[in-house]
């Protein structure tokens, strides 16, 4: 272990060798007690997909993402970000603007031809004139949309829904006895529902 995840106290072990197909169980012990030794959730991290089968979660192969909602597609507890690319062929002295949909997101950035040009659906700024980053010909166009933490570590059971904001108080909010299933969750559905639009 020569990494950790979040915070130092928060250690990261590579196990990939130790999994095996099917059911498998993860124990945690301790050669004393301690009071400190209060457990966290287990995180597991890698190149696999998450999915809502026969009312509990399944780990499989990924699949490629698509547009539309990560939830569903593999990634219901995925923190980091979604690139969405595409060329755009540019005519000399015409300019450009790009609109991004009303999406769930922390924060959206724009790269045109591998050089950033800036945040997007930001407190209310729905379009970018991206003219000054196009070549005449082929451009290739990243919308980079960042997720937030909010569903890899909650709280996930909190009855009202929060939304950016978090007191130490709604992780209390859970089932008392089982396991929940996948629908009782609450998760953002990020993701681009709706097509990245280039207005001449």
Same mark, same amino acid.
């Given at each position: ?104 997101? =922390? ?11 800036? /945040? %997007?659906?930001?407190?209310?700024? $729905? #379009? ?6 196009l070549e005449a010909g082929e451009n290739l166009i990243q919308v980079k949309l960042c997720v937030s933490m909010k569903n890899l570590l909650g709280p ?17 909010? =859970? ?11 609450? /998760? %953002?559905?990020?993701?681009?529902? $709706? #097509? ?5």
């Amino acid at each position: 272990m020569d990494e950790y995840f979040l915070d130092y106290l928060i250690c990261q072990y590579e196990i990939h060798r130790l999994v095996k197909q099917g059911e498998n169980e993860i124990k945690i012990t301790a050669s004393q007690f301690d009071v400190e030794l209060e457990l966290e959730p287990v995180i597991l991290k890698g190149s696999f997909g998450v999915y809502h089968r026969d009312d509990v979660w399944m780990m499989d192969a990924p699949v490629k993402l698509e547009q539309g909602s990560i939830l569903k597609q593999g990634y219901p507890f995925y923190h980091g970000s979604v690139i969405y690319e595409g060329i755009y062929t540019a005519q000399a002295g015409k300019a450009c603007l790009l609109h991004v949909p009303d999406s769930e997101a =922390a924060a959206v950035s724009v790269t045109v031809n591998h050089k950033y040009a800036g /945040l %997007i659906n930001i407190n209310g700024r $729905k #379009g970018m004139d991206i003219t000054p980053y196009l070549e005449a010909g082929e451009n290739l166009i990243q919308v980079k949309l960042c997720v937030s933490m909010k569903n890899l570590l909650g709280p996930h059971f909190d009855p009202d829904k929060p939304r950016r904001t978090a007191w130490p108080d709604m992780w209390k909010k =859970a089932p008392a006895f089982g396991i929940p299933k996948p629908e009782e969750y609450d /998760l %953002i559905s990020y993701g681009l529902e $709706k #097509g990245i639009v280039l207005t001449e």
